[in-house]
């Protein structure tokens, strides 16, 4: 039974942002992309405040998945890496932290263009 609820909690956490992107695609100018910025700062931001880790241990992928969870491994690589390195590291730990999602991104993005045939909008 506690599996049904871990599912359920990420199912709330993530089903709520998505809620809120899509309430600021309808009720504000905002175009997709300024929102998902947005996302990633809100979680840099949630992350160095430390509420953000509270949030991902209740919604477990629900939280983690989304580009707010994106930006909180931004600032957890960047606080692990300035406390090891000193000021170099905030110059390199965000990008150390996440170079396994950004590959793998790259990578399937590669293998999805090579394998399908892009079709014209028109």
Not at 1 to 8: A, K, N, S, T
């Given at each position: 039974?506690?599996?049904?609820?871990?599912?359920?909690r990420a199912f709330l956490c993530g089903g709520a942002l998505c809620l809120i992107g899509q309430v600021l695609i309808d009720r504000t100018k905002l175009t997709p992309a300024r929102i998902l910025v947005a996302y990633v700062v809100a979680g840099v931001v949630l992350g160095g405040l430390g509420v953000y880790p509270s949030i991902a241990q209740f919604g477990g992928a629900g939280a983690t998945v989304p580009l707010t969870g994106f930006g909180w491994l931004l600032?957890?690589?960047?606080?692990?890496?300035?406390?090891e390195q000193g000021v170099l590291g905030a110059l390199t730990g965000g990008v150390t932290?996440?170079?396994g999602g950004i590959t793998a991104a790259v990578f399937f993005g590669l293998l999805v263009a090579l394998l399908c045939k892009p079709k014209s909008k028109a």
């Open positions: 039974m506690d599996v049904f609820w871990e599912y359920g600032a957890k690589g960047v606080a692990k890496a300035v406390a932290a996440a170079a």
